[in-house]
């Protein structure tokens, strides 16, 4: 079979699995040009040897590449192009199937258990806290272990997961988030914070806070006029006071 033999539209299109009419598109962005395309009728004739080029930008946009994108890896001599390119596009494509992951378990969810709009609260109340800390891995398994908090997906994007510890149900008045913040490039990064927790148990709580290794900054105690309380710094310098329930 002769590579140079040059064949018509149709006959290029049963060879690669590509529509005439995608051919045509391909020519008109300047990624797949016809060897030669008559003047008076403007009909286009392909080489045999132009089917590998075009069987491969057929397999690049099966994955969901953008033409652009297709254009620089076709021209890559080296592959270092197209390796960069290809391991974005494949963290996008993660992406995607962790947002459908996420959509299927949410439609599973409604309907084992129904669906029900939580109800819409008027007025204001205090609903989220920021925290600064130095890492955020250490940050997290310091609170799940010291409070025993549940850190999860808050938000969901088309770019990643945005996580925090969740309090209760969104819309009902037991909803609360604390989000750690460790970027220092963070626009709202607060500074060192003060918050307070309630407690059933202070001295256990207490307790478990510094061996999780928190520095104890105030023993348990019985203030007059307010109930026993204790504070704690964790590990980044944010201080906890701990009241009894």
């Known amino acids: 079979m002769d590579d140079d033999e040059v064949v018509t539209i149709g006959r290029f299109a049963r060879l690669t699995g590509l529509s005439v009419g995608t051919l045509r598109h391909y020519d008109e962005v300047g990624l ?30 099966w994955d969901d590449l953008p033409i652009d994108q297709i254009r620089q890896i076709v021209d890559d001599e080296t592959g270092a192009v197209t390796r960069e390119i290809l391991a974005r596009h494949l963290s996008l494509l993660q992406r995607r199937r962790d947002l459908l992951t996420a959509r299927i378990g949410d439609t599973q969810r409604f309907l084992q258990e129904g669906f029900t709009m939580p109800d819409v609260r008027t007025g204001c109340r205090p609903v989220q806290l920021k925290i600064a800390v130095d890492d955020l891995g250490a940050a997290v398994a310091f609170y799940a272990e010291a409070f025993a908090f549940r850190y999860d997906v808050a938000r969901r994007t088309e770019e990643a997961d945005h996580s925090a510890f969740l309090f209760g149900t969104h ?38 806070a510094v061996t999780a290794g928190a520095m104890e900054a105030v023993a348990p105690h019985d203030p007059g006029g307010m109930p026993r309380c204790s504070a704690v710094r964790d590990p980044s310098g944010n201080w906890i006071w701990l009241y009894q329930a």
């Open 171 to 208: 819309g009902q008045d037991d909803f609360f988030l604390i989000h750690l913040i460790a970027s220092p490039d963070h626009m709202d990064r607060p500074g060192t914070s003060t918050f307070g927790l309630l407690t059933d148990d202070i001295d256990t709580c207490h307790a478990r």
């Open 32 to 61: 797949l040009a016809p060897a030669s395309v008559d003047p008076a009728t403007g009909y286009r004739r392909y080489r045999r040897s132009q089917a590998g080029r075009a069987r491969q930008i057929r397999m690049l946009r």
